[in-house]
Structure formats: C-alpha cells, structure tokens
C-alpha cells in the first residue's frame, strides 16, 4: 500500500526560513502532481504548491509566490518545499498531497482527486 511519508517543517521566526520533503513510498511518481497543501485553524485547506513528477511544470499559490520553491528528486522518488522569508500567516499544517495520471501541473489538484496524502506537518512563525 503507497503512502507519502512527510519529514520537516518545526518552528521559525517570521522572515526565516524551513523545509519540507515528501517521499512516496511503495509506489513510483510516474505521472504525478504530487505537493502540498495547508491548513491554518479556523480556515479551509487551500493549496500551496505542486509539481508535476513527468515535465517538472510547477504552480504556487499567489500568497506564497517568491518566497517559496517546490523541487522533485524523481531518484528517490521525494519532492521538497523551501520556504523563505516566512510570515506569521504561514502557520498551518502543511499536508503532501499526490494526484495520479497527471502530465502538466496549472493548478492545485481538485482535492476529490488526490490519490495519496501524508499525515501532515505543523508549520508554526511566531517570534
């Protein structure tokens, strides 16, 4: 049974920096936009970036644009988010997300659609 296994993500002050990395275990990113989505209290989850596993084609959500990169190590099937410049409004759970049989990625994933997601990693800016 495939599952997204999460690593990163803790505590940073606000214009610092942290990572997350998502690996896919038990399956192959073949044909995948695979990335992440997240959740702050009291919201709705709202997409933040993905990436396609075949063309390397990205998206990023607008409040995350420029300070955030998406990247894929297709060998050893892991995908990683480097958040820069960090803003209390990132605080959230950050949850990976991969959505099969996708070629291009232009946007989030519509959620019904995602065949794989991780257990979530909490993301807190605070000083």
């Known amino acids: 049974q495939g599952q997204l296994v999460e690593s990163g993500g803790g505590l940073a002050q606000p214009g610092g920096s942290l990572s997350l990395s998502c690996a896919a275990s038990g399956f192959t990113l073949d044909y995948y936009a695979i990335g992440w989505y997240r959740q702050a209290p009291g919201k709705e989850r709202e997409g933040v970036s993905f990436?396609?596993?075949?063309?390397?084609?990205?998206w990023y959500g607008d409040s995350v644009k420029g300070r955030f990169t998406i990247s894929i190590d297709n060998t050893k099937g892991t995908v990683y988010l480097q958040m820069n410049s960090l803003k209390p409004e990132d605080t959230a759970v950050y949850y990976c997300?991969?959505?099969?049989?996708?070629?291009?990625?232009?946007?989030?994933?519509?959620?019904?659609?995602?065949?794989?997601w991780g257990k979530g990693s909490l993301v807190t800016v605070s000083s």
């Open positions: 997300a991969a959505d099969r049989h996708v070629i291009t990625v232009a946007g989030p994933p519509h959620e019904d659609d995602i065949t794989y």
């Open positions: 990436i396609s596993s075949s063309d390397g084609s990205t």
